[in-house]
T-cell receptor, first 117, second 113 residues
């Protein structure tokens, strides 16, 4: 089974702190994603990465950065946490499959519920 | 950009009965993929069922089936013989490329004993 793990289930930080959220997958997937989940808004893509040291902005990258130094690990960084970044953060991964009409679903981690006070 | 709409924020169903969750989407693409994900309380999000747009046949997975209406851009999920373990948040998702998955706002389903 694919396993995607996230470093913390619950996290409480103060405004202005630098926050690191870690995600690790054990299935050698090329693609990794960070989403935030808010009630009534579903999941929104923050950043994704399709290879080591590669990153692309999603729909809501402001206030966030990412790091992918190793294939299995994708980190989300809040440079200076703010109260509007209180949310559930979900990491996901999916393999790169070459071929027409071949697509794989995304596999999700358990989520990190971040509260910024 | 593609949008996904789930018009039912909350639903409930009695155990052993059937329930249908609605999802509509907006796209100009012809080839794409649709998914239903389940997120149980305090647990990991998992895939329930997937549908490729080029396939006319509706996907089924045990008690879960979809009604895919491509022309109407509708993708509903039917859960038969509902079980207490089906209580969860359900998300409909649309994907054109691996890096462009769009989620609906979710439907919170409660199965009552």
């Amino acid at each position: 089974d694919v396993k995607v793990t996230q470093s913390s289930r619950y996290l409480v930080k103060r405004t202005g702190e630098k926050v690191f959220l870690e995600c690790v997958q054990d299935m050698d997937h090329e693609n990794m994603f960070w989403y935030r989940q808010d009630p009534g808004l579903g999941l929104r893509l923050i950043y994704f990465s399709y290879d080591v040291k590669m990153k692309e902005k999603g729909d809501i990258p402001e206030g966030y950065s990412v790091s992918r130094e190793k294939k299995e690990r994708f980190s989300l960084i809040l440079e200076s946490a703010s109260t509007n970044q209180t949310s559930m953060y979900l990491c996901a991964s999916t393999p790169l499959v070459r071929g027409r009409n071949i697509i794989r679903e995304q596999y999700f981690g358990p989520g990190t519920r971040l509260t910024v006070t | 950009a593609q949008t996904v709409t789930q018009s039912q924020p909350e639903m409930s169903v009695q155990e052993a009965e059937t329930v249908t969750l609605s999802c509509t989407y907006d796209t100009s693409e012809n080839n794409y993929y649709l998914f239903w994900y389940k997120q149980p309380p305090s647990r990991q999000m998992i895939l329930v069922i997937r549908q490729e747009a080029y396939k006319q046949q509706n996907a089924t997975e045990n008690r879960f089936s979809v009604n895919f209406q491509k022309a109407a851009k509708s993708f509903s999920l039917k859960i038969s013989d509902s079980q207490l373990g089906d209580t969860a948040m359900y998300f409909c998702a649309f994907m054109k490329m691996y890096n462009d998955m769009r989620f609906g706002a979710g439907t919170r389903l409660t199965v009552k004993p």
